[in-house]
């Protein structure tokens, strides 16, 4: 993948899509230690940054019969949303344990959901025999160089939008946001630190990174469902290692406590996996001060989740 993905196919995507996608504000917010300049993806018409990369890849496609996905949400939702404009049929897998409000959503989309077991390989699996069954075409959650292109143009964006930045965080999953953001910073502002986010227990990434080649983690329990994936993708991971300064870790809780920071203080709904790299880069501003770019990839949250942690705090 790091031939194929560059500045060049990322600005390529940029042009391809920008008929379909919102170009996201980017929210500032002086605090008494630096600054933050947060990249808010959860405003997309999906509430999420997946958009970018179902589109960058499906604006692409010619003849084809149909497309299959497999996700616990935000790319089922883009997948769903690009078949729908682009007139193309789509199959989504998806987990059990999915929120409701994204499986519901990918339906109203006309998408043909088929739920799985919780485990992400499972998902695999099973949209695989699907494409095979059907003659339908994949469509990767992250592992695929236009796919991360397309994400990558969420930080083109911020770049333009925000003073020059020190660190930029981003939530790492199975690696094609961070892949396509980190091969814009590398190109546009190679002296800011590329730190990427993980939860606690899954941390694929992380070990990944320390043991130089990639690691695969039990299924993951976090609350953050959008980043259960539990091993990084063969392309992305390659570039990875190649751009990110580090990986850090982030609990259930502090994800809580960002969405309703996020809430109170930028007047935006987040997700946990969407909330990551915000708690993370508050924690670092206090000691390390600067300008800070934080991802925030989505706001696709249960209501009941989302009122639960904005109760919690009002009663702590």
Request: hydrophobic letters at 45%; glycine letters at 8%; proline letters at 7%.
């Amino acid at each position: 993948m790091r031939d194929q993905l560059t500045i060049e196919t990322i600005e390529a995507a940029a042009a391809r899509i920008a008929a379909y996608v919102l170009r996201t504000p980017t929210l500032a917010l002086e605090t008494e230690h630096g600054a933050l300049y947060c990249k808010a993806e959860s405003l997309q018409p999906i509430g999420a940054f997946k958009l970018r990369g179902a589109f960058s890849m499906m604006t692409t496609l010619d003849g084809v019969k149909g497309v299959v996905a497999h996700s616990s949400g935000n790319h089922a939702q883009a997948v769903a949303r690009a078949a729908k404009v682009l007139g193309i049929p789509a199959v989504i897998v998806m987990p059990s344990d999915a929120p409701p409000l994204k499986l519901e959503r990918t339906k109203a989309d006309g998408a043909e959901v088929v739920v799985v077991s919780p485990d992400s390989d499972e998902r695999e699996r099973r949209a695989a025999a699907i494409a095979e069954e059907r003659g339908y075409l994949p469509v990767p959650p992250f592992d695929h160089p236009l796919i991360a292109a397309g994400q990558g143009t969420a930080a083109l964006e911020l770049i333009a939008d925000a003073p020059p930045l020190d660190r930029f965080y981003a939530p790492v999953s199975g690696g094609g946001l961070m892949a396509g953001c980190a091969t814009v910073f590398a190109a546009r502002a190679p002296d800011c630190e590329i730190v990427g986010v993980e939860p606690e227990d899954a941390d694929d990434t992380k070990q990944s990174l320390a043991a130089g080649e990639r690691k695969k983690v039990p299924p993951p329990k976090t609350i953050a469902d959008g980043l259960r994936v539990r091993t990084p993708g063969a392309g992305t991971f390659e570039v990875t290692r190649l751009h990110v300064a580090r990986v850090e870790l982030v609990s259930d809780a502090e994800m809580l406590e960002a969405m309703r920071f996020a809430a109170e203080r930028l007047r935006i709904v987040l997700e946990p996996s969407g909330a990551a790299s915000l708690a993370v880069a508050r924690r670092e501003l206090v000691t390390r001060g600067g300008r800070a770019g934080v991802l925030l990839s989505g706001g696709n949250v249960d209501p009941a989740l989302f009122a639960q942690c904005l109760v919690a705090n009002t009663e702590s």
